[in-house]
């Protein structure tokens, strides 16, 4: 059985472009909106977050720029490069056959088939 | 509210210990964590958790600075192309040297060393970028050089500059390996890796040490061989700066100078026998051992500022 650790780490780079191309955000806002989203389904150990972040940046997926609150504090805003977009494309494609292949085996008698 | 309690910078500490980051992005990414860390605290303390509760679960939440330092390193460790090569250069510029045979004109070492020293600087006060320490280990040549100098004074001038000279030069390499380790105890080892090298090749040249007819003979012999084997060390280099697993990088650096080491016995034809060998062999692993020692010397003198280390990290194991 694969653990759900390991769904999470094959899917990370899929799931933070998703949330990034809705709206640029900043890590720890990243971390509530998954788990919101995803029901507390997805939960990173928080701090290898940003190692995930900053080897998009650096594969020039995402791009991050500080920025100061109204607050007088400063976050780090990631956002989603056309190349990121492109990569996202092709991802969400590669996830839906995925999905669509595991529940034909899986459910097969809900399938259509 | 001060969220920054001591256990918490130590938690930060560690992690930029571990992670190995050049300067200016060492600034960024802790900086970004110290927000997310502050950000946690606050919303756990507003949702009614006293400040230490607050801080054991943030720890936990956050993942164990092992972890997290280590995923940081390998996001950031990969250079780029433009790196290799700067990496990879001054090994390739010495292989030249040799394999063309242009090491016996005065005018192309001056250059080579002139370009060599003045990158080193460059680089030094510049950040000290990863592809520099390639070039520092060259650039600890002409203090060699000078030592051998040193033999080709009359005897009893000889005999009394030596005993100077040596541990002046000892002290600087020290201080230079020091000045790295403090960077990153990986990339003394990476500075040092040629020297057992160069010593194979002067004793199978010149095992009285001293430039002679034959010995001069003997470089023109060796010198294809001299150049393959400072080739390997560029290729070692340019595969360490693409690497991003640390555990690979020290295992590359291992196992490449033990086969150049060899490359260099088998070519020499007999000139080192086993008991050479066996104690280059036991220079490499100085060269791979000294630097984390170094490192953890200098640690230990620090011992007070990571006496929280452990607390921050079994507060993480615990509530992960």
Redesign the interface.
């Known amino acids: 059985m694969v653990s759900r650790r390991e769904l999470l780490k094959g899917s990370s780079n899929s799931l933070l472009l998703c949330l990034l191309e809705q709206q640029p955000m900043?890590?720890?806002q990243i971390v509530k909106e998954l788990e919101a989203r995803s029901d507390g389904y997805f939960r990173f150990?928080?701090?290898?977050l940003?190692?995930?972040l900053?080897?998009l940046e650096?594969s020039g997926l995402v791009i991050g720029k500080w920025q100061m609150l109204p607050n007088g504090?400063?976050?780090?805003y990631y956002y989603i490069t056309a190349k990121g977009l492109a990569k996202l494309d092709q991802e969400r494609t590669q996830w839906q056959d995925f999905l669509k292949a595991l529940r034909l085996v899986l459910q097969p008698e809900t399938s259509g088939m | 509210m001060q969220v920054m309690t001591p256990e918490l910078t130590q938690y930060l500490e560690n992690i930029k210990y571990r992670s190995k980051l050049e300067n200016s992005d060492e600034a960024e990414v802790m900086s970004e964590i110290e927000a997310h860390i502050e950000d946690k605290v606050q919303e756990l303390r507003e949702s009614g958790l006293s400040q230490e509760e607050a801080i054991k679960t943030c720890l936990g939440q956050m993942g164990g600075t092992k972890v997290v330092a280590r995923q940081i390193y390998e996001a950031y460790s990969q250079g780029s192309w433009k790196q290799v090569l700067l990496a990879s250069m001054p090994h390739l510029l010495f292989g030249l040297l040799f394999t063309l045979n242009w090491w016996q004109y005065a005018g192309w070492l001056t250059i080579v060393l002139i370009l060599v020293l003045a990158t080193t600087i460059y680089g030094w006060f510049h950040g000290k970028p990863t592809w520099v320490f390639s070039w520092l280990g060259y650039s600890l040549i002409p203090v060699l050089a000078v030592g051998l100098m040193l033999l080709y004074l009359p005897q009893i001038w000889s005999l009394l500059a030596l005993p100077i000279y040596f541990p002046l030069a000892l002290w600087w390499l020290f201080r230079i390996i020091v000045q790295t380790t403090k960077r990153d105890w990986i990339f003394g080892s990476l500075m040092l890796l040629p020297i057992p090298i160069i010593i194979g090749w002067l004793l199978a040249i010149s095992p009285e040490i001293k430039l002679t007819e034959a010995s001069l003979q003997r470089v023109y012999y060796f010198a294809p061989w001299i150049g393959l084997s400072f080739l390997a060390l560029g290729l070692t280099i340019a595969a360490f700066i693409r690497l991003r697993q640390r555990w690979l990088r020290l295992g590359l650096l291992a196992i490449s100078g033990l086969l150049t080491l060899t490359l260099v016995v088998y070519y020499t034809t007999g000139r080192l026998n086993t008991l050479t060998f066996l104690g280059l062999i036991l220079v490499m692993w100085g060269v791979l051992a000294m630097p984390p020692l170094v490192e953890r010397f200098l640690r230990s003198g620090r011992r007070l500022t990571w006496k929280h280390k452990d607390t921050a990290d079994s507060h993480s194991k615990q509530s992960a």
Request: proline share 6%; net charge positive.
């Open positions: 900043y890590g720890y150990k928080e701090g290898t940003y190692p995930a900053h080897r650096k504090r400063q976050r780090r």
